[in-house]
């Protein structure tokens, strides 16, 4: 018995109402739940029906960006701190009987705004990375669904501003509390994976709200999503091996496409029960 779009309960093929094809089931499932080669496969075919060059354009720009923006920060705040402990010694130079003096001067005062640079790094993570990196998982989303995807996608998570940086916040504050706890810490994590994926999909919810919701739907899941995470061992072996190139080019959509898969996955668990 399947039930029609049209509201007709059917035993065959077609609606006795409207003459529609019974809908295939693309997942095999155990228990109702899809196991981890149906969703991979369905992955594929999501990532192989969009077109190749815009799933390529779209990772190379999200590596490239992340890349870009850590490195630029990193070398200019380098550079602006080498600038400034040179000067500050300089300007003390008369202080300094000789070079050791002034060599264990310049190293320290570059130790202190290296502590600065650390600081300043970490917030460009905060204020930017992370909310950047939520248009990823806005990317996989429009694949696994195959909604029509363009580059400009990447930048989803900067279109409600406030709410993404807050709930990927407290989304990281949660991950990094957790991984206090020996063992038990690094499963009960797992609960709070699907954060982000609500956060792009359902913003209406709070970040609260996320979070509530991210444990709600992982109840019962968080060793198959494990599992999941760990199927994927060899390939990531295996991108280290080409300098990332097999990421961006297969890795990466592949991976995410699956895990945008078990998102869905665990959301219609959830609203069934």
């Known amino acids: 018995m399947w039930n029609c779009s049209c509201g007709q309960y059917n035993?065959?093929?077609?609606?006795?109402?409207?003459g529609a094809p019974k809908p295939q089931t693309t997942l095999s499932t155990v228990s109702g739940f899809p196991r981890r080669r149906d969703l991979k496969a369905e992955a594929r075919e999501r990532v192989s029906k969009q077109r190749r060059l815009t799933v390529n354009a779209t990772?190379?720009?999200i590596v490239g960006v992340s890349t870009l923006i850590s490195a630029l920060s990193a070398s200019f705040m380098y550079i602006i701190i080498f600038v400034i402990s040179l000067i500050s010694v300089l300007s003390d130079r008369?202080?300094?009987?000789n070079y050791e003096e002034f060599e264990n001067a310049?190293?320290?005062?570059?130790?202190?705004?290296?502590?600065?640079?650390a600081v300043l790094i970490i917030l460009v993570e905060v204020f930017f990375t992370n909310v950047y990196k939520c248009g990823e998982y806005s990317v996989s989303l429009h694949i696994r669904r195959g909604q029509e995807l363009h580059t400009e996608h990447i930048f989803n998570g900067f279109t409600n501003y406030r709410h993404t940086l807050l709930g990927m916040l407290r989304y990281i504050v949660f991950l990094s509390l957790w991984l206090l706890v020996p063992v038990y810490g690094i499963m009960r994590k797992y609960s709070y994976k699907m954060v982000p994926y609500i956060l792009m999909d359902r913003p209406e919810l709070s970040p609260r709200e996320a979070m509530s919701y991210s444990r709600a739907i992982m109840h019962g899941h968080r060793w198959q999503l494990f599992m999941l995470y760990l199927s994927f061992a060899g390939w990531y072996i295996l991108n280290a091996l080409t300098f990332g190139i097999l990421g961006i080019f297969f890795l990466f959509p592949y991976f995410d496409t699956t895990v945008a898969g078990?998102?869905?996955?665990v959301v219609k668990d959830y609203e069934r029960s």
């Open 94 to 97: 008369g202080l300094y009987y």
């Open 106 to 117: 310049f190293l320290s005062r570059m130790w202190w705004l290296f502590l600065l640079m």
């Open 11 to 18: 035993e065959g093929k077609f609606c006795t109402n409207c």
């Open 262 to 265: 078990f998102y869905e996955a």
């Open 59 to 61: 990772y190379l720009s």
